[in-house]
């Protein structure tokens, strides 16, 4: 059974940065397309950015350019650096495993991402 933990996030004004991490365990992380999602208050979630085992990336238009995903398969975990952050940023942020093998869907507990004007 995976567990995704993630840690990170926090409050930060306009502008700056914070990371988060998510630790992967409980299957093979190098058959798992990891992604980071985002849910405001009243709004669907988001994909924000994804990650193939290979290390091919994509992301949401808006934070393309500020936003960086990165993964370490030696530590089975995936990151999300968040750079020229804005207010819209605002979120809880949620670590999202694709296991393509049995195409079934993890997810992590969630983090808080406050920008403040």
């Known amino acids: 059974q995976v567990q995704l933990v993630e840690s990170g996030g926090g409050s930060v004004q306009a502008g700056g940065s914070l990371r988060l991490s998510c630790a992967f365990s409980g299957s093979l992380f190098a058959y798992n397309v990891m992604g980071w999602y985002r849910q405001a208050p009243g709004k669907q979630r988001e994909l924000v950015a994804r990650i193939t085992p290979g290390s091919s990336t994509s992301y949401e238009d808006s934070v393309r350019g500020r936003f960086t995903i990165s993964r370490d398969n030696s530590k089975s975990t995936v990151y999300l650096q968040m750079d020229m952050l804005k207010p819209e940023d605002t979120a809880v942020y949620y670590c999202?495993?694709?296991?393509?093998?049995?195409?079934?869907?993890?997810w992590g507990q969630g983090r808080q991402v406050t920008v403040s004007s």
């Open positions: 999202n495993a694709y296991d393509m093998r049995s195409r079934t869907d993890s």
